[in-house]
């Protein structure tokens, strides 16, 4: 076997090793309301900044949900093309990002406003449509697009 035929045999097994994964995985809907409780669960007590990704397919069911970075006490410097690599990689529409204050500031900083504005052009540029940006402490959330900053 060549290297051109290896290579086909490897893309056709990692393709079926995505469908596989995408149809066993639940197509579950969720609300703003829930994605909120269920984040403050998971980064909410953080000492940690983290940024998390929600894929979602077009009729808003999670695709995946992956932990992008994890910076320091009071910053998480991220890239765009961070997030939008898992995006392509799964084929998903549509993403909402979503990061926790340790501090337990429910306030958008000057450099989450600067960054989600830099991602929600970069998703434009690639097709996918930048739901949300939600930061997240202990007890509470705040979404940007309720606030209209996104």
Do not use: W
Not at 60 to 87: M, Y
Not at 95 to 115: M, Q, T
């Amino acid at each position: 076997m060549g290297n051109a035929q290896a290579c086909k045999l490897l893309a056709a097994v990692e393709l079926g090793a995505r469908k596989i994964e995408r149809e066993s995985m639940p197509k579950e809907q969720i609300s703003l309301s829930q994605l909120g409780k269920h984040l403050i669960k998971k980064i909410g007590n953080s000492p940690q900044e983290k940024l998390v990704a929600v894929y979602l397919d077009n009729g808003f069911h999670i695709i995946k949900e992956s932990t992008i970075f994890i910076g320091t006490v009071d910053s998480a410097t991220v890239h765009p093309r961070d997030v939008l690599r898992e995006g392509l990689r799964l084929s998903a529409p549509q993403v909402i990002i979503c990061h926790n204050h340790p501090g337990g500031s429910l306030s958008a900083s000057p450099e989450d406003e600067r960054f989600s504005e830099r991602l929600k052009k970069c998703c434009e540029l690639v097709g996918i449509n930048l739901v949300d940006h939600i930061i997240v402490t202990p007890h509470d959330f705040l979404s940007f697009k309720a606030q209209d900053l996104i």
